[in-house]
């Protein structure tokens, strides 16, 4: 079973920032957050992973807690290229077995 | 990012017949592939994991002798399924991985069966 919670969707209009939330409160101490994408009918795409820091790459930024109970996807200014579904995925680091569950419906709107 | 083709991209076949699908890493050794599949506005589900030279691992419930996976080279990864029917029709993907553990995967484009 997935790991993971998210809101099954959310919108977001072109231009702002779109923050992706992801609940993972029994996350083990050796699990990556991955983010994935995938836009209708075409595979997933690879986003961001972390450990415990704050990650920044040139498609989005990934938010950490502290805790590391919870993270949040940002991508800076959306667009409309960026609606699609958004899964939040939690791994061992020595498995690599990625379990998707229901991610969350991104709709960019003009 | 690494590229991973699939071939075909769609295939229809007859019940009773056999359907190959390819998965190669262009740019790239693929240590570990790996092959999901994924029904209308479901999630991806994993099958299998295919390590090149050595037999692949099923996921519980996916049916070793139907669907046969075979990972000759470090850059291909061929998934068969035996005598299609119609139910077998989805959308299958497959990921390939270069490095050992925590290595980001990179998926395929995936190849749509639909068996009448």
């Known amino acids: 079973d997935a790991k993971t919670t998210q809101p099954p969707s959310m919108d977001c209009a072109e231009g702002r920032a779109a923050n992706l939330p992801c609940n993972h409160s029994?996350?083990?101490?050796?699990?990556?957050v991955y983010w994935y994408r995938q836009i209708h009918s075409q595979g997933p795409q690879y986003i961001i992973h972390g450990l415990k820091n704050n990650e920044t790459n040139e498609m989005a930024s990934l938010i950490i807690t502290e805790d590391r109970k919870s993270s949040t996807l940002i991508l800076p200014h959306a667009t409309l290229r960026d609606t699609a579904v958004y899964y939040c995925i939690v791994s061992p680091y020595n498995t690599d077995k990625l379990i998707f569950g229901t991610g969350t419906r991104l709709q960019v709107f003009p | 990012g690494a590229v991973v083709s699939q071939h075909p991209s769609r295939v229809i076949c007859k019940s009773g017949t056999s359907v190959k699908i390819e998965c190669r890493s262009l740019d790239f050794q693929a240590t570990t592939m790996f092959w999901y599949r994924q029904f209308p506005k479901q999630s991806l589900m994993l099958m299998a994991t295919?390590?090149?030279?050595?037999?692949?691992?099923?996921e519980q419930g996916v049916e070793k002798d139907k669907f046969l996976i075979n990972h000759a080279s470090l850059t291909l990864s061929t998934l068969t399924v035996t005598s299609a029917h119609p139910e077998d029709s989805s959308f299958y993907i497959c990921s390939a991985i270069s490095g050992g553990a925590g290595d980001t995967q990179y998926f395929g484009p995936g190849t749509r069966l639909t068996v009448l």
């Open positions: 029994t996350i083990s101490g050796n699990e990556y």
């Open positions: 295919s390590n090149e030279g050595s037999k692949a691992t099923y």
